[in-house]
T-cell receptor, first 115, second 115 residues
C-alpha cells in the first residue's frame, strides 16, 4: 500500500542535542511538508519542498533544517537552536496537480520530547 | 495572506443529535477548502474538500460541509453524531489558483460526542 512513513514514533532528545526525524513516501508525490502541532495552536508550517534539491521556509523554520536529496524522502533535523522542541511533528505530501487533488496525505507523526 | 478561524475549541453534542463545527476563512481570490480529522496520536485524515460547484459538499463517514461565500464560511456538519466521531477536526484553506502554496490550518476543534 502507498503511504507516508514517519519514524520513529517517539523520540527523546537531551538538551543541546540534534535529532533527525525521518519521512518517507512511496506515493510518487512531488511536494512534501513538515508541520509542528502543539495543543491549542493547530498545525504550523516548518518547511516545505516542491521539487528535489529545493525547499522553502515556513512560518516557524528557526532551529530546524531539512534536505530533499530524493523525491521519496524529506528528513527534518531539530537542532539545538530550537529552544522548545517538545511537540508532535507531522509530515505530509501531495502531488503537484493543482486543483482536484485530495489535499495532503499525512504520516502518523513523531512525538518529540526533550528530557 | 490566507487564514482560517475555528472559533470553538470544543464542541459537545449528544449521540444522535446533529453536529456543526464552524470554520471561517480569509483568502485572496477563490478558496480551496478542506476538512481533516485527527484521532489521538495519529496523522490527519482527509474528510472532504470544496473547489467549485455545489455549495454542499459530501464527504467521508456521513460528514458534509456547507460553503457560504458571502459569509466566508465552511462549516462541517453531520445529521446524527456517533460516539466514534469524537476527535480533533481541522479546517484548511489555500487560494485556488496559487500554484501549490501550503495549506493554512485552523487551530482545531475538539468534538466530544456523549452517549
Amino acid at each position: 500500500d502507498g503511504g507516508i512513513t514517519q519514524s520513529p514514533k517517539y523520540l527523546f532528545r537531551k538538551e543541546g542535542q540534534n535529532v533527525t526525524l525521518s519521512c518517507e513516501q512511496n506515493l510518487n508525490h512531488d511536494a512534501m511538508y513538515w508541520y509542528r502541532q502543539d495543543p491549542g495552536q493547530g498545525l504550523r508550517l516548518i518547511y516545505y519542498s516542491q521539487i528535489v534539491n529545493d525547499f522553502q521556509k515556513g512560518d516557524i523554520a528557526e532551529g530546524y533544517s531539512v534536505s530533499r536529496e530524493k523525491k521519496e524522502s524529506f528528513p527534518l533535523t531539530v537542532t539545538s537552536a530550537q529552544k522548545n522542541p517538545t511537540a508532535f511533528y507531522l509530515c505530509a505530501s501531495t502531488p503537484l496537480t493543482g486543483p482536484g487533488d485530495d489535499g495532503y496525505t499525512f504520516g502518523a507523526g513523531t512525538r518529540l520530547t526533550v528530557v | 495572506a490566507q487564514s482560517v478561524a475555528q472559533p470553538e475549541d470544543q464542541v459537545n453534542v449528544a449521540e444522535g443529535n446533529p453536529l456543526t463545527v464552524k470554520c471561517t476563512y480569509s483568502v485572496s481570490g477563490n478558496p480551496y477548502l478542506f476538512w481533516y480529522v485527527q484521532y489521538p496520536n495519529r496523522g490527519l485524515q482527509f474528510l472532504l474538500k470544496y473547489i467549485t460547484g455545489d455549495n454542499l459538499v459530501k464527504g467521508s463517514y456521513g460528514f458534509e460541509a456547507e460553503f457560504n461565500k458571502s459569509q466566508t464560511s465552511f462549516h462541517l456538519k453531520k445529521p446524527s453524531a456517533l460516539v466514534s466521531d469524537s476527535a480533533l477536526y481541522f479546517c484548511a484553506v489555500r487560494a485556488l489558483n496559487s500554484g501549490n502554496t501550503p495549506l493554512v490550518f485552523g487551530k482545531g476543534t475538539r468534538l466530544s460526542v456523549i452517549a
